[in-house]
């Protein structure tokens, strides 16, 4: 068995044992989200030298969700850097869900880039269309909004939209809120595949550079920052207990895509539409977690601890 | 130059720049805090291989105050296990200060071991008599209570006197009140060096054993759990912007003490005693910061970039 | 001196004193407010037999901004009554300031009328070209709408179009943001003097019924309610000690104008647009505590007291 | 049928219809509280000439709890003025529950004196000595201390220490938390009947003199001070809605009694141990509900109104 068909294997058996799970609620506050088909599950593995692996059905389209917010906040340090983008957003984890209020007393500065206030604020800060093709970057293929889901986020975003006129009212919203929340909901509503998005968050962990096209996408001290944030703030309100029992920078979606990096080794990605109460996807967390302890990623590892157990696999995806 | 040779060149490089910050306030809310000497700057990084450098005044002796906090709960994670503990206390950062109240509603279970009010429970999971052999075992060498400052601590701890009362009136507190403040302000007492500190961060760096005596204090899994814990909680409400400026787990104590682990890599600390308003030594966050950066150790780094950067250091500390 | 003449010399003197009191600031969030003139100050008072009496410059102009809030609130009473009124909005104090979030966990349900939040609820429970019409029945004339200050308050509301959105995200808005947000800020802009007022609070105080003009405005049950929400909720995060030191129900709102009413004997009202932190006049606060005092109006003295107190002023307005 | 008669007759109309209500629950975090007799009912109510009319059981004695908050206060504002005891704590409804936290940030001072932390501070503001006699003359006899029910809530009042600690960290407590918690588990444990209750409720309502006994107790402002307070803050988070439907000041304890006062007319109490969700007893506040309904007490009330609806009871106890 080569190294490559081990790392097959083990997908395979990860598929195997989450499809067993069936807890968790398809998400209904955007109509269109609740037309997904709860039993599909897909999960991709891509590495720093561009092999990419999958199990289930890592092909199945969704729309992205708040798994843009990460993307969309490199390319708003690559535009205007760290300093600039502070001022606007702040990198605090909030200890609360992903559409609390959140805002800092007084400035109307959002906690952080991955609550939707933050990512409503950091979307006001790049040129929309530059979304879409920054993304496909990542994905190093050209991807497209689902123009449907993209009617229905704009039909039903009521606390977006009290969120970006709270913002306002505090001088804190760069643009206006109807443009402004039309972009966001547009990079909500982009179309991809666990294998897409384990492409981007293989070009995270990879530098910034895509592994897969090759493309430099963004800098190395973006694709650092991006992680980082990831890392506190990725997965709201259960960031602590992530960090602690898979321990890598991590985004789900409420559309039941989840994605984390492993710096350096791989990016993961998962996608199944039942959601815990945190409104992850809970066979995409397992899943994500059970790669994360079988193939020793969890940052806070000592990597020579890590090398005895991984006896046999050295040279394979996630070394 | 050889590498040990390098690195001590780096640290007295930081030393001396960090010497001329002279912002910030002794801590005055413990008697014994305020007599202090604010000029006092100590700075140690201790590798894998048991190498132990320094600059400044690394052998000054100071409280450990809050940073025993991480080592006292690898104590109750190595007696208890990860999902007994987690009954009495979180993992998710609070997004408040240290002192903050913040218990679960309804519970009464503090939200992270790293605030005050986590880690007086986490004292009561433990026997007294534990702690101080433990963490002399972390530190390698034989540690003693600063009885002046533990009379000080015990005479002016009415804040957190009341936590365990609130903790207590909840059912969430697993002792009294009395004994269990004493030994968590016993603990804080803990008489340590920049060296110490150094030793000790290597140690859950290295997996849990002693690089410089070789024994293993505790196992990899808990140092993994404590480093995940100090990455999300460990800096406070200022916990977010270290992980994207910094990129390592740490701990401040307000006596002027800093720790970061580097998994895999090294341990470091600093100290003296002036803070910063989140109540973290402004010279320690400082130097550990420029550390961090001089030797690429963030932990988003795609390493292979890091190598790049690190031309002609392969095989040093921090490798 | 006749007992309306006694009345009328007192209203002189507290005039007189207040007008010293140069304090505070003219509200600026709302340009068309910026405009008012901080020297302008009215008094005015209203019996139950229908005497009305002024000092100062009782009959200046003002939009009537948040004193709208109880006699909107009336017309929702005297439409749909209590218990349905109760669905939409609450009748505790929030203990926050006007513009305040404040709305109910889970259900969005604003805390009390007396808040944006709440009074927006309310305006959308009623129809909104009834609004005009039943103040202007409170007021015994025909009132009309500042359109400058309409316009003005239409171009800034950013703050109220969130709380809007943010309700019917709840599902607790009964109408859409638009046409209900324009229908509040039209009630806001209603041109009113401190005569108006005054006689719109002394309707309130005699039951419903206008004691100038002998209409029955609302039925007696509904008075009582409104006035009971005036008590505990009308001056926002400074209500409890309003009641502490004046001892009436009141609403005052940010041009400058306040009113109380004294159930039973009178309603009072004053203007002058500096405003205390707290959002209410400095010099209409400072009047109609004098007011009480002079007169001995505190709901909660011993009438039999009081009556000592006020030998020889047996029938006149207060009374 | 005399007028007293009609009045007794009224009472004892109420307590049959209460006494029906079998909701609520027996307050039970006291041990000593959790023996009383669910099914005990005591009506009384006592006017400004000093009669005194029960229905049920209105000498059944239970502990005074919260209804000796309002009376320390008062003993603290006849020692100190409303401006010295100001700079200790509030008078600001605080919206929450009475155990709440509700410290003032920065000051620690708490919101008001009838949550508990305030009543805490009140109580550190007088003679500890002084409060038995001084509520016994509220009673217009000598009261006692239920010295077992004192023990009980000496050994379980972690809440209430943990706010004393809270406090005094904020240099907020006015003494030292040991012997003034003492003080304040006493007055909470001194015993009384409604017919006691009713007296000293009167004795507010008739501006501090007991109607019964004759004596002043405290001088008109100051019974008009803390009637206010327990209008806008005397039912903790219920308050705007007990001033909206009852229209009265009043205090209610977690003994099961509730007292309320009309200013210039009577004092009423009642008791009976189940509670509802905000600590106030089920049949008590359905039974003062009733009285002001059927006596037409409601503040807001026009009293011209009133009287109509009074014709044929001018004279008896309510007028």
Redesign the interface.
């Known amino acids: 068995m080569t190294a490559a068909e081990a790392v097959a294997e083990i997908l395979r058996q990860i598929a195997g044992e989450v499809e067993s799970h069936e807890d968790g609620h398809v998400a209904d506050y955007i109509p269109q989200l609740a037309l997904a088909d709860p039993a599909v599950f897909g999960l991709a593995m891509a590495s720093?030298d561009g092999e990419v692996g999958g199990a289930g059905d890592p092909r199945a389209p969704f729309t992205i969700q708040s798994i843009s917010k990460p993307f969309v906040y490199a390319l708003a340090l690559a535009d205007h850097g760290?300093d600039a983008v502070s001022r606007w957003v702040?990198?605090?984890?909030?200890?609360e869900a992903f559409n609390a209020?959140s805002l800092e007393a007084g400035t109307g500065r959002p906690?952080?880039p991955m609550i939707n206030a933050g990512a409503i604020v950091v979307s006001g800060l790049v040129e929309a269309d530059e979304i879409l093709p920054f993304l496909s970057a990542f994905a190093g293929r050209a991807l497209d909004v689902d123009e449907a889901a993209y009617a229905s986020e704009a039909a039903t975003g009521?606390?977006n939209?009290?969120?970006?006129?709270?913002m306002?009212?505090a001088g804190a919203l760069p643009g206006e809120p109807g443009p402004l929340l039309d972009s966001y909901f547009r990079q909500c509503s982009i179309r991809v595949t666990a294998t897409d998005l384990a492409v981007m968050a293989a070009t995270l962990?990879?530098?910034g550079r895509n592994p897969v096209t090759g493309a430099e996408v963004v800098a190395?001290p973006v694709?650092?920052?991006v992680?980082?944030?990831m890392?506190?703030?990725g997965m709201y309100?259960?960031?602590?207990?992530w960090?602690?029992r898979v321990?890598l920078?991590a985004k789900s979606g409420v559309s039941g895509g989840v994605i984390a990096t492993s710096?350096?080794r791989c990016g993961v990605a998962a996608f199944s539409p039942r959601l815990d109460p945190t409104g992850a996807s809970v066979r995409g967390v397992a899943a994500v977690r059970m790669l994360s302890d079988r193939f020793g990623l969890?940052?806070?590892?000592?990597?020579?601890?890590?090398e005895e157990q991984r006896l046999g696999m050295r040279g394979t995806i996630p070394s």
Do not use: F, T, W
Request: with cysteine.
């Open positions: 720093m760290l702040g990198a605090e984890p909030s200890g209020i906690a952080n009521d606390r939209r009290a969120l970006a006129y709270l306002r009212s962990a990879n530098g190395e694709a650092v920052l992680q980082a944030v890392a506190s703030c309100d259960a960031a602590g207990d960090l602690l321990g920078p710096p350096g969890h940052l806070m590892h000592n990597p020579s601890v890590r």
